[in-house]
């Protein structure tokens, strides 16, 4: 039944994802931009504990609920966590009715041909495994595309599209996670090529499962509108790439059918020396901002 209503959740209700999954390289930044200084931690332990107080904080403030938060991504080590002896995904869905994610890839190559493929998973059928025992519904894994590339944009919707069906296979939902960088020379021209790349290979997909598409948010507004009412695609979601919350906002409200993914843009007002309740009021401004770019378009 969990699954299930899970699967409701996410295909049919109105709301957005907040992106909870920082990991080890990108980790310090977001301290730093919380007000926590490199200074205040001497071990990855020491940094990956202030980075779970954060995401702690966050998902237990009162606006942080499945009515305008449909799902949260989080990083490995956020799966393995507590929330006030709770694991994590239990917390979420059982305390605050929102769907988890897992991230699983593991960082990127060097670039190749315009683009940065994904490192090799190792172990992912025994994290897969683990996740699903921890009541995990889906996966996130994210690889980088700068240059409007034919044959590098190839390469990342086919490495995609293979991981996404061995996650499929163990009943998990896979996010597809092509970022085209928002400092491309040719952001739009990238984007066109990788749309094609996404139709085809959705058009190809084996078996019956869906899976949910996160891609930055467009130059060309409703660039991705045919894979958001594809009958494959679960779910169209938008990264907010760099882009100030407000712009993030803007941007994605002229896209139809598209909803938000967002994680800088989400955290980007709060600081680790407000007052609970600066915190929580901080939050609850954002994820309504972000809710309405995502359920209200232009």
């Known amino acids: 039944m969990t699954v299930s209503q899970m699967r409701k959740n996410m295909s049919e209700n109105e709301g957005f994802i907040a992106a909870l999954d920082q990991s080890g390289g990108s980790t310090p930044g977001a301290l730093r931009h919380y007000g926590i200084p490199d200074s205040a931690y001497s071990t990855d332990a020491q940094m990956f504990a202030l980075m779970h107080e954060m995401r702690v904080r966050v998902i237990t403030a009162p606006a942080f609920t499945g009515k305008k938060i449909l799902a949260a991504i989080l990083f490995e ?15 979420l869905w059982k305390e605050k009715g929102v769907v988890p994610f897992l991230k699983v890839d593991k960082g990127l190559e060097a670039e190749a041909g315009g683009v940065q493929l994904m490192k090799p998973i190792p172990n992912l059928d025994a994290l ?7 009541g995990i519904y889906g996966t996130k894994a994210r690889s980088v595309i700068r240059l409007p590339e034919p044959e590098g944009v190839a390469a990342i919707v086919k490495q995609q599209f293979a991981l996404a069906e061995q996650i499929a296979q163990k009943g998990l939902v896979p996010i597809l996670e092509p970022e085209v960088l928002i400092k491309s020379p040719d952001k739009a021209g990238a984007e066109a090529l990788l749309h094609d790349e996404l139709r085809r290979g959705l058009d190809a997909l084996p078996g019956d499962y869906q899976v949910m598409l996160k891609v930055s948010i467009p130059e060309k507004a409703d660039l ?13 979601v ?8 407000d712009e993030a906002c803007q941007r994605l409200s002229a896209n139809h059918g598209m909803i938000a993914s967002f994680s800088r843009a989400l955290l980007e007002d709060l600081r680790y020396t407000m007052s609970d309740a600066e ?5 609850a401004k954002s994820i309504d901002q972000i809710f309405k770019a995502s359920t209200q378009k232009a």
């Not at 080590?77 to 917390?91: A, E, F, H, I």
């Not at 991705?224 to 695609?233: A, S, T």
């Not at 938008?238 to 919350?245: M, N, Q, T, V």
């Not at 915190?279 to 939050?283: K, R, S, T």
């Open 279 to 283: 915190f929580d009021a901080a939050l």
């Open 77 to 91: 080590q956020t799966m393995n966590g507590l929330v006030k002896d709770t694991p994590v995904p239990t917390y």
């Open 224 to 236: 991705y509108l045919d894979l958001v009412k594809h009958p494959r695609v679960q779910r169209v």
């Open 128 to 134: 897969l495994d683990q996740a699903i025992g921890k």
């Open 238 to 245: 938008a990264l907010s790439g760099g882009y100030p919350r």
